[in-house]
Each structure stands twice: as C-alpha cells, then as structure tokens.
C-alpha cells in the first residue's frame, strides 16, 4: 500500500493549488480518504474526506467553500481543490486512507502561500 501525494508548492494569497493522492496497491473508492495538514508548530488537522463508493464529502470550517476533495476511480486518485488561499493554508498537506481499522499515510507535500 503506497500513497504519493504531489502538487505542492508556493502561492500567492488569493491563489489556487490542486493537490493530488496517488494510491497504489488498495482502491481508493473502498477507503475512507482523507486530506490532513500540519502548519508550523501546530498539531495535523483534518482538511477533508471523502467516503466510500458513495463519495460523500465533508470539510472542516475553515475550508469550506473554499476547498474541494474529489476521487478518480478510473486514475485511483484523491485531489483536492485549494482556492482563495490564505498564508494561514500554509502547511504540509497529507493523504490517508483508512478502512476497517486500518490506515495508511501519504510522505506529504509543501504548501505555502506568501507574497
């Protein structure tokens, strides 16, 4: 099982990112995936889900209307949307997946966002 997230970078305020989860060796439309981020100094944080086959979605306060999770079955990948961004969105964003007790994280990318 392998999660490889890419899309990281430096941004603007105001700017857009697209953050990508490439999962190997599971079906990510089975799982519970995940984006999580970990600012500086602070403890990771849940960003958003999406479920199952169904593909439900939720996201923490902070991001909502402003970030999207979305699933590729056919690519077997999870991405997520990041508009309006603020340097507070600055952080390493993570994926995980976790069905049945069992879950898995990605190595993480950078986010930042500065002028």
């Known amino acids: 099982v392998q999660l490889v997230e890419s899309g990281g970078g430096l941004v603007e305020p105001g700017g857009s990112l697209r953050l990508s989860c490439a999962a190997s060796g599971f079906t990510v439309s089975t799982y519970v995936m995940s984006w999580y981020r970990q600012a500086p100094g602070k403890e990771r944080e849940l960003v958003a889900r999406?479920?199952?086959?169904?593909?439900?979605?939720d996201y923490a306060d902070s991001m909502k209307g402003r970030f999207t999770v979305s699933r590729d079955n056919g690519k077997n990948t999870v991405d997520l949307q990041m508009n309006s961004l603020e340097p507070e969105d600055t952080g390493v964003y993570y994926c995980?997946?976790?069905?049945?007790?069992?879950?898995?994280w990605g190595q993480g990318t950078q986010v930042t966002v500065s002028s």
């Open positions: 995980k997946a976790v069905r049945l007790g069992r879950q898995y």
């Open positions: 999406i479920f199952g086959a169904g593909g439900s979605t």
